[in-house]
């Protein structure tokens, strides 16, 4: 076909591959634009598989070698963008997980407005400037900084379900990390503990997955499992890196 051998085919497929993370950030959007929650979270969770098996199959297929003038890390960096930053913000805002209540119960517009804006502002932000720093990656395969995994952040609070006021100080706590030198791991890609954080990642996965199908809703024990494995995975390179085990 055009000339081109069977090996460049293959490679170019994984360009097609991680495309497809744009239609399914696409069909999140529309999901949440519906409010329905659960099932942009589960696209949002097929984007991020997605996200996780291009890279291998790109350096396995050599994709950079039969396609030196198409960047998979420029296309990768576009779609990180959408799914990771943008997408869980639009979440963030259009689901009134910020609604602030006063004291008999009621919602108050102007401050539960604010309080998803601001948010929203914080994680779009930061994120732009994040992707621009030429030294967010460690020789660890780690990263400095908070990773902008907004989307996992934003599920999190939908599982753990805290009040208004703890999920904007804990967005604008993770938001203040993305600067600080402090370590967050690849679970896949740093070696230390690797076996265990694949199996963390694992039981994210799969208790993640319960929480799209409960719809959101889980029962206390996938709840539990869920939020254990979302600490592990948020504080693990820190605590490495101050055993000296990262740089």
């Known amino acids: 076909m055009f000339g081109l051998s069977r090996s460049a085919l293959w490679a170019f497929s994984i360009h097609i591959l991680t495309a497809s993370g744009a239609y399914l950030a696409f069909l999140s959007i529309v999901a949440a ?27 396995k297929l050599e994709v950079k070698k039969w396609w030196p003038h198409w960047s998979g890390d420029t296309l990768d960096n576009v779609i990180d963008y959408a799914t990771y930053v943008m997408i869980p913000a639009f979440i963030l805002y259009q689901s009134g997980l910020l609604d602030h209540t006063d004291a008999l119960g009621r919602k108050d517009e102007v401050i539960s407005k604010f309080m998803s804006f601001s948010a929203a502002a914080t994680i779009v932000v930061t994120s732009a400037i994040y992707y621009a720093d030429t030294r967010m990656k460690t020789e660890d395969y780690g990263f400095k900084g908070f990773p902008i995994c907004w989307n996992m952040v934003v599920f999190a609070l939908f599982v753990a379900s805290p009040n208004s006021t703890v999920s904007l100080i804990f967005i604008i706590f993770t938001a203040i990390m993305t600067f600080v030198p402090v370590t967050f791991i690849h679970p896949v890609r740093v070696k230390v503990l690797r076996p265990l954080s694949i199996a963390v990642l ?3 996965a799969i208790s993640g997955l319960s929480a799209v199908y409960f719809n959101l809703d889980n ?16 504080c693990i390179g820190f605590v490495l890196q101050m055993a000296g085990k990262l740089s």
């Open 219 to 234: 029962p206390a024990l996938i709840d539990a499992v869920f939020i254990a494995c979302s600490i592990y995975l948020y």
């Open 33 to 59: 634009a519906e409010y329905d929650f659960p099932k942009a979270f589960f696209w949002l969770g097929m984007a991020l598989l997605v996200d996780g098996i291009d890279g291998p199959l790109a350096r």
């Open 202 to 204: 694992a039981l994210w």
